[in-house]
């Protein structure tokens, strides 16, 4: 239970922060509620609108953020994390259809999160959801908004991009398809890491 685990959140320095851009994230997950709470949810759709998880990728990516492996927080008594979470949700249209609007809808998400600066946040941006395989490595919309935004008017922004996911339903070739196939958009921006 979430009792067993007692994560404390030790040497904090409040203005570090990982912004996971998402699906949305648990902040009652027994393993992050110590690390991100409601005021640190946002959602792009507006400020009444729900802020948690709807699909439940946006809540593994964050415990990815946090703790890695989580198999290595297991078996300990207590874990230390030197920084503090925040999500903002976004939803991207399944069809695509909506697709020449994912660079600002993404721009919005990181104009939310910044507004709530009171003091100077050092933050890294971390957007784990993608598009379809690319074709061409050309720049899309979405990739030069992230160029952009990682740009920042010459101050700069960490932003990290997956590159994509080969399906794991069949391990036979796993390793070499990761290999041979593309990434998705928008990591193809030449700024993010």
């Given amino acids: 239970t979430s009792k067993d685990y007692n994560i404390e959140i030790k040497n904090i320095d409040s203005k570090t922060r990982i912004a996971i851009i998402d699906t949305g994230v648990n902040y009652n997950n027994q393993y992050l509620c110590n690390l991100i709470n409601e005021k640190n949810c946002f959602n792009v759709d507006g400020i009444n609108k729900p ?9 593994n990516v964050a415990g990815i953020a946090a703790f890695g492996d989580i198999n290595n927080i297991l078996n300990k008594d207590e874990v230390k994390v030197p920084y503090l979470l925040e999500s903002i949700r976004i939803e991207l249209d399944e069809d695509g259809s909506r697709r020449e609007l994912w660079g600002a ?15 100077k946040i050092n933050r890294i941006f971390n957007m784990s959801i993608g598009s379809g395989y690319l074709k061409s490595f050309k720049p899309t919309s979405w990739s030069s908004e992230i160029d952009s935004l990682c740009y920042n008017a010459g101050k700069g922004r960490l932003i990290t991009i997956a590159a994509g996911n080969v399906s794991t339903l069949d391990n036979i070739g796993y390793t070499s398809r990761n290999l041979a196939t593309s990434i998705c958009e928008p990591s193809n921006a030449l700024n993010c890491i």
């Fill in 51 to 59: 802020v948690n998880d709807y699909k439940g990728h946006g809540t």
């Fill in 105 to 119: 809808i993404t721009k919005k998400a990181v104009d939310i999160v910044e507004k709530t600066d009171t003091e």
